[in-house]
């Protein structure tokens, strides 16, 4: 693979992948200091 | 809440599609504008129908008539119909990767004549009863409430994902994958000067991140008034890109290691063409084929099963809300279903017409949310219900902008798809109605919805159901 593909890899993985851990750890340590405990969406 | 999110997004397009798509429009280029449309078409459209879901507490229907008045609920209803319409058939296709599940334990593929079985099978009533199977796996799901939804997502996106990452692995790790990985990364600049490639990513995003068919705001509707729809939205956005992505490299480095001599040939058969005959092919030819020959086809089954699911779910909301009782509801939903699907089972040139009819409507049912948050007033609807109780990070200025950018995308989009079908089939044959890849089919079978939802806009936005109670309170 040129020098160019490794580039476009790295870019658009980075991109989709890093950017959903991103969001997946925000999403994550957001909803832990809502109320403290695990959540359990739509249970009372 | 993620996970079923994720579930409906993540269907068969991600796995069949996308690798298609990109390898067919220059893998590394394409790319470029498939990163630029997630977060200017997918990403809005997904905080829109999150917002709306949410705080409507209905439907589509009652979104729409809720969110701009009752006047337009014919927006809600074209939305409804269309997700539905697809549900007729998305059952069939569900069927399809249960039978070649089923194929792949039993060892009947590939065969020897490769594309014998689908032959054999597709069109025939075999295929009747393995839509009719699926279906009802998806309907005793829904049956179970939102629970049942939950636990579902529980067992099958963790298994999906899984598996996908294994398949990745094991597809990465053969001898000659690097072609493969070159042939999807590669980017060739000047390509990035082809409107086709730009509006081919676009309707990949469409199609694929189900943005804009109305089921994240029929997710949304159950969400607890402090859970968080900002970052959801871009976590179901970037979350339903990233098995794409794990799909393309996956499905790419497979055929670049075993067939290389024959890639074009693979990536062009179309999309059954590429998974229900290839596809049996190339695993059979791996250590171990046939293990993750029927690890695909489970993969598969659950991408599209989950789907299936939200659309099932969809359609019950939308009567619920007429007033209908639930379990009434879903009876009819699956009487409807099973019926309608019937045509698409055992005629591949229905099923071809509805699929060809109902993904240009969803690209109107996107033009519709942008429509409505316009009408409403996007900085009004940001700071009112986008920016709402529990979102975790404020919707800046931009969003009013990308918006615009949606509605200005799907125009673009459906002036472009109509000037293509005329160029290619000139006027007299793009508007037989009874062809069906026309134009003629789909203004006929679009003007007879359109006009059905308008003629009945008092009648459906008589809401009659209760509003559902937000998560945290019910």
């Known amino acids: 693979m040129t020098a160019a593909g490794w580039i476009t890899m790295a870019l658009v993985c980075s991109y989709v992948w890093g950017g959903l851990a991103l969001l997946v750890s925000i999403a994550m340590r957001k909803e832990r200091f809502k109320d403290g405990s695990p959540v359990r969406p739509w249970e009372p | ?474």
């Open chain 2, 1 to 474: 809440m993620l996970l079923v999110m994720l579930g409906m997004a993540v269907g068969t397009g991600n796995i069949w599609r996308f690798p298609r798509i990109a390898a067919t429009n220059g893998g590394g280029t394409f790319l470029v504008p498939w990163a630029v449309f997630l977060l200017t078409w997918s990403v809005p459209l997904l905080l829109i129908e999150f917002a709306m879901g949410k705080a409507a507490r209905r439907g589509p229907v009652g979104a729409f008539a809720t969110l701009i008045g009752e006047r337009w609920a014919w927006m809600g209803a074209w939305v409804a119909l269309c997700a539905t319409f697809i549900m007729f058939y998305y059952s069939v296709v569900t069927g399809w990767c249960l039978r070649y599940l089923t194929a792949a334990v039993a060892g009947e593929l590939p065969g020897a004549v490769p594309s014998a079985i689908w032959e054999r099978y597709a069109g025939s009533g075999w295929a009747v009863l393995t839509m009719a199977i699926s279906l009802g796996i998806a309907v005793w799901v829904v049956a179970g409430g939102v629970r049942g939804i939950e636990r579902a997502a529980r067992v099958m996106m963790p298994t999906l994902l899984i598996l996908v990452v294994v398949l990745e692995i094991r597809a990465v790790t053969l001898p000659g994958a690097e072609r493969g990985l070159a042939f999807l990364f590669t980017p060739d600049l000047s390509g990035l000067g082809n409107s086709h490639v730009w509006l081919q990513a676009l309707t990949q995003n469409a199609w694929d991140t189900g943005a804009g068919w109305g089921l994240a705001l029929t997710y949304a509707i159950y969400m607890r008034t402090r859970e968080d729809t900002t970052v959801n939205a871009f976590v179901l956005g970037f979350g339903n890109n990233s098995v794409s992505l794990l799909a393309g490299i996956m499905v790419l480095c497979t055929v670049f290691s075993i067939r290389p001599d024959a890639a074009g040939e693979i990536v062009g058969a179309g999309n059954t063409g590429l998974t229900f005959i290839w596809v049996p092919q190339l695993f059979a030819a791996i250590p171990a084929g046939r293990l993750f020959m029927a690890l695909f086809f489970l993969a598969l089954l659950f991408a599209a099963l989950t789907s299936l699911i939200s659309m099932v779910e969809l359609a019950t909301r939308v009567l619920v809300d007429r007033g209908v009782a639930r379990g009434k509801a879903i009876t009819w939903v699956a009487a409807a279903g099973l019926a309608m699907g019937i045509p698409s089972a055992l005629s591949m040139g229905f099923f071809d017409n509805q699929d060809n009819v109902w993904g240009v409507g969803l690209l109107v049912s996107g033009l519709f949310f942008a429509l409505a948050v316009l009408r409403f007033g996007v900085d009004r609807f940001r700071q009112r219900h986008v920016n709402s109780a529990g979102s975790d990070v404020a919707i800046g200025r931009w969003f009013n902008a990308a918006v615009w950018l949606v509605t200005i995308e799907a125009i673009v989009l459906l002036v472009w798809w109509l000037s293509q079908t005329l160029s290619e089939q000139g006027w007299a044959a793009s508007l037989d109605p009874f062809v069906p890849w026309s134009l003629g089919t789909i203004l006929l079978q679009f003007a007879v919805v359109l006009g059905l939802c308008i003629a009945f806009n008092r009648r459906l936005a008589r809401l009659e159901g209760p509003v559902e109670p937000a998560g945290d309170r019910a």
